[in-house]
Nanobody, 121 residues
């Protein structure tokens, strides 16, 4: 079993900042990448930012220059610093894990339960 514990969501005014954190634990042999997806009401879930074990990161165009993803490989944690938040950033934010449960297993994806981010105008 894998667990992803997310924290840091909340309500903030436009222009403000929030920091999301996610800790992975359980039956994890190795992690390829971690990141964050978000889903706004009535919209599909989209990738916000991801980072590989080697430190390579990528971002959705809509958040470049405002969000920064970071990772602590030793602790299996990933964080997302969100600055200059906009109302359109509102949605459920889901931690994402791409991992292997043992040396011979296939790579799997796993998502957390989500944390709500609401940006008021």
């Amino acid at each position: 079993q894998v667990q992803l514990v997310e924290s840091g969501g909340g309500l903030v005014q436009a222009g403000g900042s929030l920091r999301l954190s996610c800790a992975a634990s359980g039956s994890i042999f190795s992690i390829n990448a971690m990141g964050w997806y978000r889903q706004a009401p009535g919209k599909q879930r989209e990738l916000v930012a991801a980072i590989t074990s080697g430190g390579r990161s990528n971002y959705a165009d809509s958040v470049k220059g405002r969000f920064t993803i970071s990772r602590d490989n030793a602790k299996n944690t990933v964080s997302l610093q969100m600055n200059s938040l906009k109302p359109e950033d509102t949605g459920g934010y889901y931690c994402w894990l791409n991992y292997r449960s043992n040396y011979a297993s296939a790579v799997r994806d796993y998502w957390g339960q989500g944390t709500q981010v609401t940006v008021s105008s």
